[in-house]
């Protein structure tokens, strides 16, 4: 029997958590990856949440996903937080309480676990190719993992509501056709098989760095043929990707942080029952490997080049209509048509995505940014962006930047 299922089964004979004696520093086994963004961002939230509420004593060692579970027998453990959940094995006889990260299941019932907002990635990866204008999409996955599955049928749903179909590429089901020397052929041929140009959403950063291995050995060009979108924004990866990625950023650092005091909770006697942690995105770090217009119209599409080289400063719809060559009406019509946005709205998405930028980008303050944003000051800027977002920049940033 799977062993969380066992767990489950069990659960009534499950051991209550031992509390930690008063005044005796707690021991905290972590089991995440330091090899990769997310278990990095992880690890900093709880790093931060053990200096201003522990200290703790932490077990933990550099590791990948495929390495093994420290040693802990010898250890009085009070608590863990763990990236995957079949070495739950290896804590057979456990009587502390364990919140594992999201890595094979969709629930982890009655464990607490740290789960990744599927639904809002998905989202944010097509309306960041909606803009450009694409006709075609398509998604590259890693089909035994649920998080990536989750991404693919969200980001497909999003895409169907605006009238587009996405093509999912299926991995073989024979593992030796997974390793990549077999692989990046059959990825090669799948791409080639695409209409082009054609914007490419996959799981995660390193499925994005394969995807563009892949292009390069089917002679297509990214982003003008293949726009390639990954999750996660591990910069190791994206910038010395060649053209270098883009991708989603979340707030694993506001998660790790969450599941620490969890754990705090759970250490002093808070039942397990199921509690959820998410991993929400924050915005995209554009990178050349998206940054193109798959815009056939070239007033539109002059447009928009204008708009986006413009978000710092108050420009109107009629200085949009003086960098191309049609009417006002005309112009609005045709833009509609293709991005099924006004010129003014395009004006207002772009303008609150750059104060967004420099919101979670940089540490600039509230100040620094209305006079980089074209503002006349702190509450004009304010009122524009609550107008907008339905939040405060304040509550924005607290939201989506830990300190």
Not at 52 to 64: E, F, I, N, T
Not at 261 to 289: F, N
Request: aromatic fraction near 8%.
């Amino acid at each position: 029997m799977d062993v969380l299922n066992r767990m489950n089964t069990e659960r009534t004979s499950v051991p209550r958590p031992v509390k930690p004696g008063a005044g005796v520093a707690p021991s905290v086994l972590l089991f995440i990856e330091t090899s990769r963004e997310f278990g990095r961002g992880l690890l900093y939230g709880i790093a931060r949440y053990s200096r201003l509420h522990g200290p703790w004593r932490v077990y933990q060692r550099s590791a990948g996903l495929d390495s093994s579970l420290p040693e802990w027998r010898d250890l009085k453990i009070d608590g863990a937080i763990m990236r995957d959940v079949r070495i739950a094995e290896n804590l057979s006889g456990w009587k502390f309480p364990v919140i594992f990260a999201q890595h094979n299941r969709e629930s982890y019932t009655p464990f607490p676990a740290i789960i990744t907002d599927s639904a809002a990635i998905g989202a944010m990866a097509a309306e960041h190719f909606l803009d450009r204008g694409f006709q075609n999409y398509a998604y590259c996955g890693l089909d035994e993992f649920v998080w990536s599955r989750l991404r693919a049928r969200h980001f497909c749903e999003r895409l169907k509501q605006a009238g587009f179909h996405t093509n999912v590429y299926r991995q073989p089901r024979a593992r030796a056709k997974r390793a990549w020397k077999s692989e990046q052929n059959l990825i090669a041929e799948w791409m080639m098989s695409l209409p082009k140009p054609v914007a490419l959403m996959c799981c995660n950063d390193d499925r994005a760095l394969q995807v563009i291995e892949a292009c390069k050995l089917a002679d297509l060009y990214v982003p003008d043929q293949v726009a390639v979108l990954g999750v996660d924004n591990d910069i190791l990866i994206c910038d010395l990707a060649d053209p270098p990625i883009s991708s989603i950023a979340l707030d694993t650092e506001t998660a790790g942080h969450e599941a620490a005091r969890l754990l705090d909770s759970l250490m002093k006697g808070e039942p397990m029952a199921g509690q959820q942690i998410p991993v929400r995105p924050t915005h995209i770090v554009t990178r050349m490997s998206t940054d193109m217009l798959a815009v056939t119209d070239a007033d539109v599409a002059a447009a928009v080049r204008f708009i986006r080289r413009n978000p710092n400063r108050m420009i109107q719809v009629d200085d949009v209509v003086e960098a191309t060559n049609v009417s006002r009406r005309v112009l609005e019509k045709r833009f509609k048509a293709v991005l099924r946005r006004s010129v003014y709205q395009e004006i207002r998405r772009v303008r609150v995505n750059y104060i967004i930028g420099l919101l979670v980008g940089t540490d600039m303050s509230i100040t620094q940014i209305a006079v980089k944003s074209g503002f006349d000051g702190v509450e004009h800027i304010s009122r524009y962006f609550r107008k907008e977002t339905g939040t405060s920049l304040r509550e924005y940033r607290k939201k989506h930047v830990p300190r």
